[in-house]
Structure formats: C-alpha cells, structure tokens
C-alpha cells in the first residue's frame, strides 16, 4: 500500500496531467481555444447598444487623446470622467484606444475594425483628437507654411470628416467630441505665424461639422494662448491643460 502512494499514484496523476496539457497546447497550435478579435472591416451589423442612463465614454486619436504629458496618466478622458463623477453623473470608466503619433490614416484603419465598432456601438460619448500630427508633426508648418496652406488642411480636414462617418456607422447616435488645436509653439520665433492657420483648422472643423447636432468641436486654443499649460515636452498639455480641456467637454453634457 505504501508503495502504491509513494510510486503508482504520483505516476499516475504525471501521466494523466501530460496527457491534459498534450491535448491543450496541440488545441493551441490549432488555434482551438479562446476568442478570436477580427481587425478586418466589418460585414455584419453591430447590435450591441450603448446604456440608456450611464456615461459610456471611448476616446480615440493621437496622443494628445491618449493623455501624454500628463504625469498622473489620466489625460482628457481620465479627468473626463472624474469630472462627471465630481458632478454625481454616473459614468463608466473610459475607454482610451489613441495612439501616439497616430494620424487621420491611422485611425481611419482602426475605425474600420470590428473589434472597434463594436467598442465604439457601447459608448454614447466619443471624444476623437486628430489631425495635429499631420499638420504638426513634421516640418510642413512648423519650419515655413506650405504654398498652399489651406489645401493642405482641407485634405486633413477630409479625412476627419471620414473617420466621424465611420463612428457615426457603427453608432448614430452618440455625442461626438472633436477635440481642437492649440498652437504648441507660441513661444518660438514661428509661433506667431502659426497662429493664424490655428484659428483656420479650428474654424474649418466647426464649419464641417455644423449641421451635425451631436457633435462638438471643443475649442482649446484659448487655453494655451495666454498662459504656460504645457507639460516638460513643450507640445503636449501639462496636468492643468488636461483638466481644462475635459472640464470644457464635461460641461457639454
């Protein structure tokens, strides 16, 4: 009896456990378990719907969206939905899906994702930051303006107004909140210059979205034009510029 304990049984539970974790990982291999998230567009119609008396927000964009410079790591939608609660609103937690470095394209790509859709179908608030990277991030404004400036916006304005079609495909009724530039360079001998086609991108995306009731472009440039609010990077918003902007879409609710 003592044999069998210390030797058939123990070999016994081995064996049977190899022959469990054989079948699961060749289960693995196949791609049997777990499931799959398809990025591909999608096909078939999203049913899932937002809650009718809850604050369901995502946020989607660039890394002004995803909250860079901001030390404590909330950005806009962290201090979005702590300004709700402050407020006694009741409100999930948000969904934050930008990206650093994220252009129009690219978030026209991850738009047309039915893992994103879905997301996107659950939410009744959708606050989107886009289009500073193609207009800021490389040396098109920020060195000299281009010949044509305003073309140049018009095309970036477009595919704006094309990701705003693919939330309002996947969700047509949710409040939309497109967020506006601000000059990150005010303080540099350009930064003068660049203010003007500020004010033109910001006018041009409220002129876009006009006839549209649920969406709001949020003005931010007033924020930093009088008034140091940048983080240590100098492009992004500090912990202050952050708040100031979430406050402004909180009160739009």
Do not use: C
């Not at 999930?92 to 994702?113: C, E, F, H, P, Y």
């Amino acid at each position: 009896m003592r044999r069998f304990l210390l030797w058939y049984l123990p070999l016994t539970a081995a064996l049977a456990a190899a022959i469990l974790f054989g079948a699961g990982f060749y289960s693995f291999l196949r791609g049997d378990t777990g499931t799959s998230v398809s990025l591909a567009p999608s096909t078939t119609r999203i049913t899932e719907a937002a809650p009718r008396k809850q604050i369901a927000p995502i946020i989607v964009g660039d890394s002004l969206g995803r909250g860079t410079g901001d030390e404590t790591g909330l950005g806009i939608g962290g201090r979005f939905v702590d300004e709700l609660r402050k407020r006694n609103i009741s409100t999930k937690n948000i969904v934050n899906l930008a990206v650093n470095g994220a252009r129009t394209r690219d978030l026209i790509r991850q738009l047309d994702s039915h893992s994103v859709q879905t997301l996107l179908a659950q939410s009744n608030v959708i606050i989107v930051s886009i289009g500073g990277n193609d207009l800021w991030g490389d040396s098109t404004f920020r060195n000299a303006p281009p010949p044509n400036p305003v073309s140049v916006m018009h095309d970036v304005l477009d595919r704006v107004d094309q990701s705003v079609r693919l939330i309002r495909a996947a969700n047509p009724t949710a409040r939309i909140f497109v967020i506006g530039l601000y000059n990150p360079f005010s303080g540099t001998p350009f930064g003068k210059m660049l203010t003007p086609f500020v004010n033109r991108w910001n006018s041009l995306l409220v002129e876009r979205f006009a006839n549209d009731p649920n969406v709001v472009v949020v003005q931010t440039s007033d924020i930093f034009a009088f008034r140091d609010r940048l983080s240590l990077d100098r492009f992004h918003p500090g912990q202050e510029g952050y708040s100031l902007i979430a406050r402004r879409i909180a009160d739009a609710i």
